[in-house]
T-cell receptor, first 111, second 114 residues
Framework: GENVEQHPSTLSVQEGDSAVIKCTYSDSASNYFPWYKQELGKGPQLIIDIRSNVGEKKDQRIAVTLNKTAKHFSLHITETQPEDSAVYFCAASKNTDKLIFGTGTRLQVFP | DAGVIQSPRHEVTEMGQEVTLRCKPISGHNSLFWYRQTMMRGLELLIYFNNNVPIDDSGMPEDRFSAKMPNASFSTLKIQPSEPRDSAVYFC????????????FGDGTRLSIL
């Protein structure tokens, strides 16, 4: 079955710097890749997603890139702010409803 | 707009007791998912429904776990009998049916089995 690996597990950055989180997936048939942000005591919230027919998608300070050949995708957050501090999860799905999640990255942004 | 609503938010009970978790999906969504989150195993899909019909329950850990969706606006996840290793945060999520629709999560039920 599908397996999603996520790195790093923790990431600390200074406010204003960029943060990059990387994920790899095993099933080349996967074609939908969402990213979720989870704050303490809350459920995961979708922040951006990408489908396999595009290589990059951007939404303000957040961007996701996808390399289908290498089977990896990345989340880029620019101009980080303290409120970006949270746990981020990547996930992959192959045209079904079943999402397979990565293990999460705890991002801390220091003022 | 109301999001996915889960109840209770916290549940503490003794092992051997029956536990029932409840979920109200977003109105109009026809897919519903139950997940379990632990430090050791991360986010695991337990079961999901399309149009109130269970599609994949391969993630349900054992027969002590059961889930129902009697109508489009309500689902339950039941554990009977509960064990300490069932302690986790249980999330419900819903989406419009189709593989590319985003899943919207509730804020979870934190379950502690003593």
């Amino acid at each position: 079955g599908e397996n999603v690996e996520q790195h790093p597990s923790t990431l600390s950055v200074q406010e204003g710097d960029s943060a990059v989180i990387k994920c790899t997936y095993s099933d080349s048939a996967s074609n939908y890749f969402p990213w979720y942000k989870q704050e303490l005591g809350k459920g995961p919230q979708l922040i951006i997603d990408i489908r396999s027919n595009v290589g990059e998608k951007k939404d303000q300070r957040i961007a996701v890139t996808l390399n289908k050949t290498a089977k990896h995708f990345s989340l880029h957050i620019t101009e980080t702010q303290p409120e970006d501090s949270a746990v981020y999860f990547c996930a992959a799905s192959k045209n079904t409803d079943k999402l397979i999640f990565g293990t999460g990255t705890r991002l801390q942004v220091f003022p | 707009d109301a999001g996915v609503i889960q109840s209770p938010r916290h549940e503490v009970t003794e092992m051997g007791q029956e536990v029932t978790l409840r979920c109200k999906p977003i109105s109009g969504h026809n897919s519903l998912f139950w997940y379990r989150q632990t430090m050791m195993r991360g986010l695991e899909l337990l079961i999901y429904f399309n149009n109130n019909v269970p599609i994949d329950d391969s993630g349900m850990p054992e027969d002590r776990f059961s889930a129902k969706m009697p109508n489009a606006s309500f689902s339950t996840l039941k554990i009977q009998p509960s064990e300490p290793r069932d302690s986790a945060v249980y999330f419900c999520a819903s989406s419009l049916q189709s593989g590319w629709q985003p899943q919207h999560f509730g804020d979870g039920t934190r379950l502690s089995i003593l």
